[in-house]
């Protein structure tokens, strides 16, 4: 019996990821990772931007390392497979497939990367590649009408001809060399329609398909080849693809779809398809098309498009499993933007012991701008401090995530500081008297809150000249070479005697309040020859 599905909790979240392309979404190491094209976007396991790699060319199926430290994504466009190292988001390889254009689909198991090809109808195809290898060296396992799903786990590889209808699935043996085709699970037996999503349990030994004409998720023996159970029935057929996914210890199937009223998303226990959590995603507005689903340790991410203006968001859906962990952030209430501000927390975990290191997410918001992301980590005993100079006046707000564990659920803390304006200074320095005709040298030196201040803010100069001629102001070339150290010079040739006064204007920062200095002197006549 399906659960009643009620609208997504006050702690689910969704984001508009600022991209219309791709949206496949994987998930590990406590971080989320999503295909937009041209990018590849990594969120937080809360949900919140951390970071982007840009500049890809058909950036569109996403696989991760079952421990989260290699990321590999088809470039279509470029045909090549790239390989990210998560913790730097350094490329670490580009793996020609020229020979096998427009790859567009991965799967990973153990050493074996397997990438769904294909630009058009009657050239696709899979090929594999062996990760042990220093230039892995793609070979071709088969031949599909259009670019496949797949799926792979343990020493089975599934493959999806997408294009097809109804669809059939191959399931291939992997641990031989070729692979060996086990058979195939006709497509026309089920009366299964077009292909909408894959995904295999961990240990390779059942398949879940889902279809747009159905409203329930198969379920298949990949050794016997025979149906064993349906998950559903899961929000109304008929309207978009719909989507599956594995849990990473294989006890839970999610699956879900974009209807005409929103989206629906239910949690199955994978032995017994008996349902466990339903969410739902109603307040739109519009029309919503899901796009692809991951699992982030209890919870969920689903990436869906507006239908109406084609944006892809990410939805993330905690599900209740895990205990909960406990973060705490302690910041300044307020200071100036010449500050270094100390904060600190403490991670606990459900239990209360001592977490050990732990690497933390930062993000600062200034008056809620986009963020900077810092790095922090835990001491043993989960107390952190980290001191930051924002160099800036307004809200700033410091975002700090823990992204779980296998037996904790992540956490969260926010703490925010208003900073206003530093006072600054300058002081100037100069001859006492001068000669009219010779060179005048000065200097002096910016400050903010009593430090000195470099900065890339020009500085202005006045001169005022009061002889028996009258008062006379003029404008001299500004300073625009302020050194790290805060210090300036200029000169200055007076072509008369006089009163001489020299004005020094900055006008401040994002950090600073605008200040003035002035200089006097007298300036002699030059001695008769």
Not at 85 to 106: F, G, W
Not at 399 to 421: C, E, Q, R
Request: proline share 6%; hydrophobic share 35%.
């Amino acid at each position: 019996m399906a659960l009643p599905a009620p609208a997504a909790s006050a702690a689910d979240i969704t984001t508009d990821l600022g991209i219309t392309s791709g949206g496949d979404v994987v998930a590990g190491g406590g971080k989320a990772y999503i295909a937009g094209d041209d990018r590849i976007l990594v969120v937080n396991a809360n949900g919140t931007r951390n970071a982007a790699i840009t500049g890809l060319l058909g950036a569109l199926s996403l696989a991760i390392t079952p421990d989260g430290t290699r990321l590999y994504t088809a470039l279509r466009d470029q045909n090549e497979v790239m390989e990210l190292d998560t913790a730097t988001l350094d490329t670490t390889r580009l793996i020609s497939l020229a020979e096998y254009p427009c790859p567009t689909n991965v799967a990973l198991s153990g050493r074996w990367l397997w990438v769904g090809y294909g630009c058009d109808q009657w050239d696709g195809g899979v090929v594999r590649l062996d990760l042990l290898e220093q230039t892995p060296r793609p070979t071709q396992v088969a031949a599909t009408y259009a670019s496949p799903k797949l799926a792979a786990a343990g020493n089975t590889l599934v493959v999806g001809d997408s294009g097809l209808s109804p669809a059939s699935l191959r399931v291939y043996d992997v641990s031989t060399t070729p692979a060996t085709l086990r058979g195939i699970i006709d497509g026309h037996d089920y009366d299964t329609g077009f292909l909408g999503d894959l995904a295999i349990t961990p240990d390779g030994s059942t398949i879940i398909a889902a279809f747009p004409d159905s409203d329930e998720y198969f379920a298949w023996d990949t050794t016997s080849l025979q149906k064993v159970r349906a998950y559903g029935p899961g929000p109304a057929s008929g309207y978009y693809l719909p989507v599956v996914a594995v849990s990473p210890d294989g006890t839970h199937v999610a699956g879900g779809r974009g209807t005409r009223s929103g989206l629906g998303v239910t949690l199955y226990e994978s032995a017994t398809a008996a349902p466990v959590h339903t969410g739902t995603l109603t307040d739109h507005g519009g029309l919503m098309d899901l796009r692809s689903l991951t699992f982030s340790g209890d919870d969920l991410f689903a990436v869906w498009r507006d239908v109406d203006s084609d944006q892809l968001h990410l939805w993330r859906l905690e599900t209740g499993t895990l205990p909960e962990s406990t973060l705490t952030l302690t910041a300044p209430s307020t200071g100036t933007g010449a500050d270094i501000l100390t904060l600190t927390g403490r991670l606990t975990l459900p239990d209360g012991s001592a977490p050990g290191e732990q690497p933390l997410s930062v993000t600062r918001h200034v008056d809620d701008s986009a963020g900077t992301t810092l790095g922090v980590t835990t001491a043993e005993d989960g107390t952190f401090t980290f001191k930051d100079r924002p160099r800036r006046a307004g809200v700033i707000r410091y975002d700090v995530v823990w992204n779980g564990s296998p037996t904790a659920h992540w956490s969260a803390a926010s703490a925010t500081v208003t900073l206003v304006k530093a006072e600054s200074s300058i002081t100037l320095s100069g001859p006492a008297t001068g000669v009219a005709g010779t060179q005048l040298t000065f200097s002096g030196v910016l400050s903010q809150g009593g430090q000195p201040l470099g900065s890339t803010t020009p500085l202005r100069i006045l001169r005022e000249v009061t002889n028996s001629k009258g008062t006379v102001v003029t404008a001299l070339p500004s300073v625009s070479r302020i050194t790290p150290d805060g210090r300036f010079r200029f000169m200055d040739t007076p072509a008369e005697a006089g009163e001489y006064s020299y004005r020094v204007e900055w006008d401040g920062d994002r950090a600073s309040l605008p200040t003035t200095a002035t200089f006097n002197l007298t300036v002699e006549e030059a001695p008769q020859e």
